[in-house]
DNA sequence: ACCTGAACACCGTTCAAGT
DNA sequence: ACCTGAACACCGTTCAAGT
């Protein structure tokens, strides 16, 4: 009789480190970039962090808050500007911004809803306004502007989102697509004219062009 | 001894209607309607419609194309654009959809996902596109602008909508809006400097105003 | 083809009771 | 104060079996 395979028990496993908000980042973060926000339920990480769910809300109000965490983890790893101009500062900035965010696309979603006030995000959003200035942007345009810019970006992320889940995106993008090859020019001669344009241009492309386009809007209007 | 009070049964009950697509949309945009997109779950739905949730997914693929289907329907709601310039026109257009999405957020973010591709939406983006091109604006940017405006106009309610769900973004925001107060202005110089525009305006005012902006920097991009 | 019961595999959050 | 087991009140989607 071989011996009896006993489970692993408590007290064999090394000893648990105590909970504490940083340490829950971590493991959260870990866990969104191997397999994604939707994986970061606050059941999964209590498991990760061998408690139970109730024990997180000490740490967080609920998952928002975390998200908002999250974004600002990320986005310390996203550099400052550099030394050309501040359009091309910007532009490039935010298009850094934009690609980040693009590789977690439910974050975005997330984000979009949740005024972020991380340290991060401040000293992000600091930037975005110091390159306006820097362009002789007027205060109330440059701090309007920074928030449609930010809008921009964060919604062009949770939109063309690149992750699993964009499968199921391309499959209504080609609903799309189709549905605006078979307009028909008489009851929709715009889209019919528009037909080739509406899906031409690399996501980079378009981005840029919007980015350029809202920059050139918010400094004369 | 009063008679006993039985359930009221299946068969008590009016002959239950058969189940059909539209039927489905239209109860779900009641739900919607009355108590919020949130609630407007399969379970619900099914409940509703008198079956289980098995049963819808013979009429949709999922949720995304329930919620499709939601938006083309309040969109039949939407008037046509009237006799103005073409820039005023485009610009209450967008204002128009902008507030109807705006009661309705958890449907803006949905959407903002979704390319949707209904035909009333399909009409919707011939009318932007066709008041652009009444502007003079070349095709490309007239299709590429498009997007830009419908994105933003879809954003702007997924960011700000207005339902009881709002009393957390209020929380937020307020947050927010005390992390920017506090931003001491050696680290934070251009957030101290933009403080008081950075919340100034209604979402009217700042709505018209990106409106505006956008469609001024996409005729000159 | 249309319809469904039941199951699969999960959720976030709260709360009373512990330490 | 910090932590937790257990419960509350739900989800979307699939699938085999019916009609």
Redesign the pocket.
């Known amino acids: 009789m071989s011996p009896r395979r006993v489970p692993v028990s408590r007290r064999d496993r090394p000893a ?1 480190p ?3 908000r940083d340490g829950m980042v971590a493991v959260a973060l870990r866990i969104m970039r191997e397999e994604g926000l939707e ?8 498991g990760e ?16 808050e ?1 998200h908002g965490a999250l974004l600002d983890e990320l986005l310390a790893d996203l550099d400052g500007p550099g030394t050309r101009g501040w359009r091309d500062e910007l532009i490039e900035l935010l298009w850094a911004y934009t690609r980040m965010l693009h590789g977690y696309p439910s974050l975005a979603r997330s984000v979009l809803t949740l005024r972020p006030s991380g340290p991060r995000y401040l000293r992000f959003f600091d930037t975005v306004l110091g390159l306006l200035h820097a362009g002789g942007v007027p205060v109330r345009q440059a701090a309007w502007g920074a928030d449609l810019l930010l809008q921009h970006a964060t919604a062009t992320a949770a939109e063309h989102g690149s992750r699993d889940e964009a499968v199921e995106t391309a499959g209504e993008e080609e609903e799309l697509a189709a549905a605006v090859r078979e307009a028909s020019p008489d009851s929709y001669p715009n889209l019919a004219r528009a037909r080739d344009e509406l899906f031409s241009g690399t996501g980079e492309q378009r981005t840029r062009w919007a980015l350029t386009a809202i920059i050139n809007g918010l400094t004369t209007t």
Chains 1, 2 share one sequence.
């Open positions: 648990k105590p909970l504490s994986r970061v339920t606050m059941r999964r990480l209590a962090l061998d408690t139970g769910p109730a024990s997180l809300y000490v740490y967080v109000r609920n998952t928002a975390l």
